[in-house]
């Protein structure tokens, strides 16, 4: 059964930082791609980045390029997502997802 669990999102003012992860079980977390979307206050899901197993092909929404960073730790079997400069409209649900499996979430508020 594919596993993903979210944390570390918080609240935060604008201009500082969070560091998302999601922690996998029960798929081969190594080989497979995966992403992080969102879901803003009253929005539809938003795609944020996107990594390949081996962490060599990595994309990001124009909307948070140069001030996320994605990455993986394959031997933990963990995704993260690093959020700096952050904005109020980043405010949002955060999830994890490979295919179409997603996680719970975990919500960053951005606000004064």
Same mark, same amino acid.
């Given at each position: 059964?594919?596993?993903?669990?979210? #944390?570390?999102?918080?609240?935060?003012?604008? +201009?500082?930082?969070?560091?998302?992860?999601?922690?996998? #079980?029960?798929?081969?977390?190594?080989?497979?791609? @995966?992403? !992080?979307?969102?879901?803003?206050? +009253?929005?539809?899901?938003? !795609?944020?980045?996107?990594?390949?197993?081996?962490?060599?092909?990595?994309?990001?929404?124009? #909307?948070?390029?140069?001030?996320?960073?994605?990455?993986?730790?394959?031997?933990?079997?963990?995704?993260?997502?690093?959020?700096?400069?952050?904005?109020?409209?980043?405010?949002? @649900?955060?999830?994890?997802?490979?295919?179409?499996?997603?996680?719970?979430?975990?919500?960053?508020?951005? #606000?004064?």
């Amino acid at each position: 059964e594919v596993q993903l669990v979210e #944390s570390g999102g918080g609240l935060v003012q604008p +201009g500082g930082s969070l560091r998302l992860t999601c922690a996998t #079980s029960g798929f081969t977390f190594s080989i497979t791609t @995966m992403s !992080w979307v969102r879901r803003p206050p +009253g929005k539809g899901l938003e !795609w944020v980045s996107t990594i390949n197993g081996a962490g060599s092909y990595i994309n990001y929404a124009d #909307s948070v390029k140069g001030r996320f960073t994605i990455s993986r730790d394959n031997a933990k079997n963990t995704l993260y997502l690093q959020l700096n400069s952050l904005k109020i409209e980043d405010t949002a @649900m955060y999830f994890c997802e490979t295919g179409p499996d997603r996680g719970q979430g975990t919500q960053v508020t951005v #606000s004064l």
